[in-house]
């Protein structure tokens, strides 16, 4: 957009004290803008401005999509992993009741042997049997201990299952509402892209074809900045001042100028004219008595 830019300094308007009325107020000289501007610069500066808003328009759309494959793939890694948990649950509760079976195993089979103790007819079949049962039972302890520690490694596994289904739960529902919003916002600058290529167009072919041919190439040879401003005699882009007599020509506005050093069009705002515009200053109170 076309930026004004006020005068550097305004003369004091205040009248001598003995001057003031009391009863009428005083009128204080106003800044008014006299800008002189070529029809084709004017179109080019408003063009560069549609041009700059369907740059960011564009990366907005492209980074949307972007956005929502990042949180879609945290999203999977935390599924991922609390799967991973749900497996390890699952198979620390699958060890457990195959540890409670041997036990029942051992317990039937300790069980048999006791009974046909009672049938050993010498002192070797005996111990045999003895032998036996503390195999037996030192396998039941021995699934016992392991119970125990599974019982202890469940614990936190059941109890990051459940955080980690609680926290999944509420992912899922941000993550879909941020597609709502993208997909809103994605539509939105759709729509704004429409109407300012349609803008565009229109202005593109009120151009002359020189002046917008011009502008096109410097603007696709800089980076999509074709326009720049003169503040203080300076290209505001390359910061190069403009020698005096090329800065008086830009300043009478009959040609559409570039920058000498970079190439880039130029225009100029001039300083603002004070006119009296009939803003009213408040009264000044009376004088004291001497």
Known sequence: MIRFRAASALRPAFT??????????????????????LPDLKLIIRLQDIDHRLADLAREIA???????????????????????????????????????DIQIQEQKISKLKDQMVSAKTNEQYRAFQHEIEFCEKEIRKSEDRILELMGESEPLDKNVK?????????????????????????????????????????????????YANYERVRKSRRGIAVAEVIDGRCSVCNIGLRLQFFQDLKRGESILSCESCQRILYYNPPQAV??????????????AS
């Open 16 to 37: 001598p004290r003995a001057q003031v009325s009391t009863s009428e107020p005083r009128l204080l000289p106003f800044a008014k803008l006299q800008l002189i501007m």
């Open 163 to 211: 955080i980690a289904e609680g926290a999944l739960k509420a992912e899922k529902a941000q993550v879909e509402a941020e597609k709502t919003v993208a997909r809103e916002r994605t539509a939105a600058d759709q729509k704004a892209q429409s109407e300012l290529q349609a803008e565009r167009s229109s202005i593109a072919s009120s151009i002359s074809p020189g002046a």
């Open 275 to 288: 006119e009296d515009l009939g803003v009213a200053m408040p009264t000044l109170p009376p004088p004291p």
């Open 63 to 101: 980074s949307l999509p972007v956005h929502i494959a990042e949180i879609e793939k945290k999203l999977v890694a935390h599924e991922r992993k609390l799967e991973a948990d749900r497996a390890a649950l699952a198979a620390n509760l699958k060890e457990r009741k195959k540890c409670e079976s």
